[in-house]
């Protein structure tokens, strides 16, 4: 699976983003997509993800409330929708996509075989 995010930029604390993931090469059923995010220093960190098939979602607490993860199975591609942000959102955010993974492990970065490039997203105060 290639994984191909977008999306990020700068913006001030209280506003907006969309990021978007684009999947392409193979069929994505059995897959699971989410996002993780890297801040400087820190170690990577999940944010949330979904299941392609059916849609269930699961929201770290740091974005839970925050944020809205969907997927457009027409375009294989699942979008990131943040809200309220601050400057501890700031992070490089990653698109990645496990292989029938169990619920229990999909907050777990190993998990996850497959990553994109990473989107910058910076906060400002």
């Known amino acids: 699976v290639q994984l191909q995010a977008c999306g990020g930029g700068l913006v001030q604390t209280g506003g907006s983003l969309r990021l978007s993931c684009v999947a392409s090469?193979?069929?994505?059923?059995?897959?699971?997509l989410g996002w993780f995010r890297q801040a400087p220093g820190k170690e990577r960190e999940f944010v949330t993800t979904?299941?392609?098939?059916?849609?269930?979602?699961v929201y770290a607490d740091s974005l839970k409330g925050r944020s809205t993860i969907s997927r457009d199975i027409t375009k294989n591609t699942i979008y990131l929708q943040m809200n309220s942000l601050k400057p501890e959102d700031t992070a490089v955010y990653y698109c990645?996509?496990?292989?029938?993974?169990?619920?229990?492990?999909?907050?777990?970065?190993?998990?996850?075989?497959?990553w994109g490039q990473g989107t910058q997203v910076t906060v400002s105060s």
């Open positions: 090469g193979r069929t994505l059923g059995g897959y699971a």
């Open positions: 990645a996509a496990a292989a029938r993974a169990i619920y229990s492990t999909l907050g777990v970065s190993s998990s996850y075989g497959y």
């Open positions: 979904i299941r392609w098939n059916g849609g269930t979602t």
